[in-house]
């Protein structure tokens, strides 16, 4: 058996989550998850549908992208995952998407407002939208300068990457974070659930305001500060 | 066997429609289930999601939201169910979900006009959405506060919590009751259904004036008045 | 066995199509059946949910509403199902629905224009949508008036319910009927579809003009003229 | 066993994918895979509900429309696939749907603007909309008329059909096709897809702007480009 076969595990589990949760069409969407003791990530092989997967079928790449273990060519956003793990420590799962809202979102160049607690029950800022890369890294090395271009927002912007999981690359589509593949599907579908009533509440209400800052602190600190009363933990 | 048993398996067989009705992603939501002559109220545990409950898994808990009985904590929503429940002597049951179109009404701070039958058939006024909460009351016993807010907005616009079962909290979400929990999880999908057509109803024809009052009344009596002729009662 | 199985069998399958095509919440919806040479149709009980259906539910009732055979209720709508069989000799199964698109339309109080062959294919004119009923009809037998508002509208139109087989009741709902109950609820879903592509097609180009008349004459000849050559007959 | 198996096994299993992709509602859709040594294709039956169809109910037919082997009358469509087939020599399957999204940009006859990656990983240029045919033609030879609107577009606009594997026809509806029937039933679903987002995007932003060249190029170039890196060959 693979040492890698606990993370090749995890990613494929995650990687199935995505038509069950109905983000992804076809093959429009990859998982990895890390093993930082041993410096890899397993992520789905490219253009393989979701139907044909195995957990022995994620490659396992190292975070300069250079494949270390398995058959099949990773996905095409491989280097973008790679980029993401190397520089941002405490990560341990990343998801690439195109799912219909966040993609139309990122399509339309605008950060996701924060109109509810459903928002701010996971994060406390607008879900951030880069802009489109520039001419020169679309022609570089593209899905390398692709993690660059998230982690330049969110340096721009002094955002922390522990907290706010999930990010709009401007004309492109999401990507979203976590402790683990898991945790960062969940954020995918977070996001895809914010970026549908986002809409919808600018549809019924074009003057609708954001939400205000104590409800903000609130519902993000029953969540997830020291004091946190929700779920078992 | 617990003797609780019996809203143990109601609370538990209402929160499991609320997945199969298309309400809830993940653990966004939570139903509650009354014995007024214990004094108590089964409800779904903080977090667990839909596919691990079991009827066991219900906490027991009294109108002052302290556990009776269970080894999980209850959901972080319970003093609202609590609060709703010990000044609204009729109620059965108590749902709060964060379905799409009640909750984008609800971040859109509109009451949803009664444009139809449909919505007529159940209840005789605009679905009413109360204002976000004050900040002292955010600040103080939250949830608490929340079924507050909710009383506070009937008493304030002379609503009957008997005829009108459904609320949305302004940039929250609809909470719904009903005479038994089954009926407080149907009141939250018919909440969703009439929001999404008036979503619509607007979006189609912006000047689409409210019902007359005449149809109003009509269908709501053949439905609930003395004469009723609807269903098989 | 009674002699009206048949139709009983017929609207059993009819209706159970409602909840498998998404055009019905809870009970939302009824189908009926007719059988002219005994003079009677079969028609869904009332408020009975669709799991709990059987052929023996329906109800069997002639066409001044009156029940024959059956120990349910029928149906709220049932005089309005009597009406059109009574006036419309041609029609063999009638359904009421409060599908989402339709609906909307019917609450915007708009006729559905005729925007594409997908339209063109079943009826040459813009889906009708009946004015909300006065005040007088409503007061009085309600249901019954309601298929005099059907009919009032088609011939104030001079609409032919042979080629245009259904239509909206302005702030209620729509209604369709067929040669058979299967046939009828194939409209429904056509109403349905069609509903939604209108309201698309005025948000992706609110200039968006109507079909010309060489195209509907067309489409609509090819499926159903003396030369059609759509299907197997 | 007929000599036409292999297309009428592959006809089938393409047109079997429509309803599972949501593309279709009842018969509204078909697909044809062709065998160009044998000079003919084979084609869904007209008005046969999918759930009826077997491999050998497809109809084989030439590229001038006459039916070679099978009892049923092929698709009203089938001379549109013709004339396709017989002057795009490099084309192995057709599809023809009425999905929603598709169909709406069709009827606000307007082409699909390019606003993403998700558009740009498929062609490089908006998703054309011919216009809708003149009088002469659909007076015509109608379907036959429908292939020659398809060509005459994409000659006047220097289309190129390897790359474009998809238009709208104003007022109508969509046309894909592939080198194979499997490869235009995904083109269908993309279409789909694309058409969705870009409605979406216009919502959230009307002044939303085209994709620039170098990200449209970037895209199209990694999935099609002879230095290809995505999917496994």
Redesign the interface.
């Known amino acids: 058996m693979s040492k890698y076969q606990h993370i090749k595990d995890e990613a494929y589990a995650a990687n199935m989550q995505l038509p069950k949760l109905g983000l992804v069409?076809?093959t429009?969407g990859n998982v990895s998850a890390v093993d930082r003791s041993l410096g890899v990530f397993a992520i789905k092989?490219?253009?393989?549908p979701y139907e044909d997967l195995t957990p022995d079928s994620m490659v396992i790449v190292d975070f300069d992208a250079n494949t270390v273990e398995g058959n099949?060519?990773p996905s095409?956003d491989t280097k973008t995952h790679a980029v993401l793990y190397k520089h941002w420590d405490s990560i341990g799962g990343v998801v690439h998407t195109?799912s219909?809202?966040g993609?139309?979102?990122?399509?339309?160049?605008?950060d996701i407002p924060i109109?509810?607690?459903?928002h701010a029950d996971h994060l406390t800022t607008d879900i951030p939208c880069a802009p489109?890369?520039d001419?020169a890294m679309?022609?570089g090395n593209?899905e390398y300068e692709t993690g660059f271009q998230i982690m330049n927002h969110f340096n721009k912007f002094n955002l922390d990457y522990k907290e706010v999981e999930m990010i709009l690359v401007g004309?492109?589509?999401p990507f979203t974070w976590g402790k683990t593949a898991a945790k960062a599907v969940?954020n995918s579908?977070?996001l895809e659930?914010v970026a549908?009533?986002?809409?919808?509440?600018?549809?019924?209400?074009p003057q609708?305001?954001r939400?205000?800052d104590?409800?903000i602190n609130?519902h993000f600190q029953?969540k997830h500060g020291p004091d946190s009363?929700?779920?078992?933990s």
Not at 103 to 110: D, F, G, L, P, V
Not at 115 to 118: A, D, E, Q, R, S
Not at 196 to 205: G, K, R, V
């Open positions: 069409l076809f429009f092989p490219s253009g393989v099949l060519r095409s195109h219909t809202y993609t139309s979102w990122a399509q339309a160049q605008r109109f509810g607690t459903t489109p890369m001419d679309i022609k593209y004309n492109h589509a969940y579908a977070v659930c549908q009533m986002a809409y919808l509440t600018e549809q019924i209400n609708a305001p939400l205000k104590t409800l609130k029953r009363y929700y779920g078992q």
